[in-house]
């Protein structure tokens, strides 16, 4: 099952969590949790719908408690508390699997996806970097096609938002 | 940057993603994942369903127990109280003879 379905975790951690790092620790803590929990699996979806939930919730959570530890980090040098960790993370993420001559723009466009809110960010990195179809989308986060629909529509309009600002900044 | 190549360059960064490769994982997530299991059993301690039950049987008679006690005592309490009242006059009563005796 690790074998089948190592590139469907690993790939959808990579797009949520833009650290291949993190995306591999958070692949195995998935499978772990697979392995306790495929009791509780009934069947009721498909198997890979059942993995992106899981990849996908355990992501989610591994962003949020990354980012209140950035923000404790913040207040402690706040208050004057010596911390090793950096105020300001300036991280550009190259996806692996992006063509040679894409590169560049698709970092300019990750660091954008990254400032999308939560369920926009899930449904377009499911879209563009899995491939899924609305259909399957609306399985994985359990919302209507409409849903999927309005939310990737949204998510485009904040991406063209976004890197229009960065493109006047940089011109 | 003009806005017309502002709106050319958001589009074609918006289409980077075309072509995607899948990343590939690490070939050792299977026995990385075997590891993680092997860590997170060892941590589990196995109880018998019977040894849950008894501790909990024991936890229960003990709660009993204590509240038991505590109405006893409050009633001793209670009891010793009403005692002492009855006395104090008599006490009293003592006192003042063995002040008037000495003066």
């Known amino acids: 099952m690790v074998d089948t379905h190592k590139g469907l975790v690993y790939n959808t951690a990579l797009g949520i969590l833009q650290n291949t790092d993190d995306a591999e620790d958070l692949a195995q803590e998935v499978f772990i949790q697979v392995f306790h929990s495929v009791k509780e699996f009934k069947g009721d979806c498909k198997l890979?719908?059942?993995?992106?939930?899981?990849?996908?919730?355990?992501?989610?959570?591994?962003?949020?408690?990354?980012?209140?530890?950035?923000?404790?980090?913040?207040m402690q040098n706040l208050f004057g508390a010596e911390s090793n960790e950096p105020l300001v993370e300036q991280v550009t993420f190259v996806h692996p699997g992006v063509q040679l001559e894409n590169k560049e723009r698709a970092a300019v466009l990750f660091g954008a996806i990254d400032k999308l809110p939560e369920n926009q960010k899930t449904a377009f990195t499911l879209n563009?970097?899995?491939?899924?179809?609305?259909?399957?989308?609306?399985?994985?986060?359990q919302l209507s096609v409409s849903s999927i629909e309005s939310l990737l529509f949204r998510a485009k309009a904040n991406l063209q938002k976004y890197l229009g600002d960065y493109y006047k900044n940089e011109g | 940057m003009e806005n017309k190549n502002i709106q050319s360059e958001v589009e074609k960064?918006?289409?980077?993603?075309?072509?995607?490769?899948?990343?590939?994982?690490?070939?050792?997530?299977?026995?990385?994942?075997m590891s993680g299991l092997q860590k997170s059993e060892a941590r589990v301690i196995p109880i018998a369903p019977r040894i849950i039950w008894q501790a909990a049987a024991c936890f229960a008679a003990l709660i009993v127990v204590?509240?038991?006690?505590?109405?006893?005592?409050?009633?001793?309490?209670?009891?010793?109280?009403t005692k002492t009242e009855n006395t104090n006059p008599v006490a009293q009563e003592y006192f003042s003879y063995i002040n008037t005796a000495q003066f």
């Open chain 1, 48 to 74: 890979s719908t059942w993995l992106y939930r899981i990849t996908l919730t355990k992501s989610l959570d591994f962003l949020r408690a990354k980012k209140r530890k950035k923000r404790f980090g913040f």
């Open chain 2, 66 to 81: 204590n509240v038991f006690v505590w109405t006893k005592s409050a009633d001793t309490n209670e009891t010793s109280q």
């Open chain 1, 128 to 141: 563009k970097v899995e491939g899924l179809s609305y259909q399957e989308i609306a399985e994985v986060m």
């Open chain 2, 13 to 33: 960064t918006l289409n980077s993603l075309s072509g995607l490769q899948k990343a590939e994982a690490n070939a050792f997530l299977y026995e990385k994942v």
